[in-house]
Antibody, heavy 116, light 107 residues
Framework: DVQLQESGPGLVKPSQSLSLTCSVT?????????WNWIRQFPGNKLEWMGYISYDGSNNYNPSLKNRISITRDTSKNQFFLKLNSVTTEDTATYYC?????????WGQGTLVTVSA | DIQMTQTTSSLSASLGDRVTISCSASQGISNYLNWYQQKPDGTVKLLIY???SLHSGVPSRFSGSGSGTDYSLTISNLEPEDIATYYC?????????FGGGTKLEIK
């Protein structure tokens, strides 16, 4: 069965970078599909952040402008989120998810708080 | 961006009831609409894709319908495990966008 698991620091200081890892088991991230990051703000609003595809191409939400980067390590079957210049507005629960026009598999989510 | 609106933020119903949750898009999305269930522990599951297709393993008491800009999720015969928040999501155009959620509670 496909499983995704987020990991990374739970606390990041303002102006620093947020870095998260999504570890995937049960399916190779190079075999197909799109590998996404989605976040949920306090108050429950969901925001799609972007993806890295099975072939390594990216697509990002324009709202994140030039702050976001999604990369991967195919040898470890992991993909990564880096969000630069964070503010308190980036405090959220971050989910990774597999997509093929619908998000069929989600991680359990990891809370990241941006605070000094 | 396409705005997705779930006008009902919370809904209270009794076990065995039929419940309908609505979602509207700011422009036509050609049935490119999915529904998700989020349990109180944060776990998210896909219920319905492409407006009305039931995802594998999802009970048949869940169904979806709609067209154009207006869509709905119906739960027939409400069961205790259906207590959750429900979100719609469009994939007609990037960036993908979600509705604000409808929290379902038991009376």
């Amino acid at each position: 069965d496909v499983q995704l698991q987020e990991s990374g620091p739970g606390l990041v200081k303002p102006s620093q970078s947020l870095s998260l890892t999504c570890s995937v088991t049960g399916y190779s991230i190079t075999s197909g599909y799109y590998w996404n990051w989605i976040r949920q703000f306090p108050g429950n609003k969901l925001e799609w952040m972007g993806y890295i595809s099975y072939d390594g191409s990216n697509n990002y939400n324009p709202s994140l402008k030039n702050r976001i980067s999604i990369t991967r390590d195919t040898s470890k079957n992991q993909f990564f989120l880096k969000l630069n210049s964070v503010t308190t507005e980036d405090t959220a629960t971050y989910y990774c998810a597999r997509e093929g026009v619908f998000f069929a598999y989600w991680g359990q989510g990891t809370l990241v708080t941006v605070s000094a | 961006d396409i705005q997705m609106t779930q006008t009902t933020s919370s809904l209270s119903a009794s076990l065995g009831d039929r419940v309908t949750i609505s979602c509207s898009a700011s422009q036509g999305i050609s049935n490119y609409l999915n529904w998700y269930q989020q349990k109180p522990d944060g776990t998210v599951k896909l219920l319905i894709y492409y407006t009305s297709s039931l995802h594998s393993g999802v009970p048949s008491r869940f169904s979806g319908s709609g067209s154009g800009t207006d869509y709905s999720l119906t739960i027939s015969n409400l069961e205790p495990e259906d207590i959750a928040t429900y979100y719609c999501q469009q994939y007609s155009k990037l960036p993908y966008t979600f509705g604000g959620g409808t929290k379902l509670e038991i009376k």
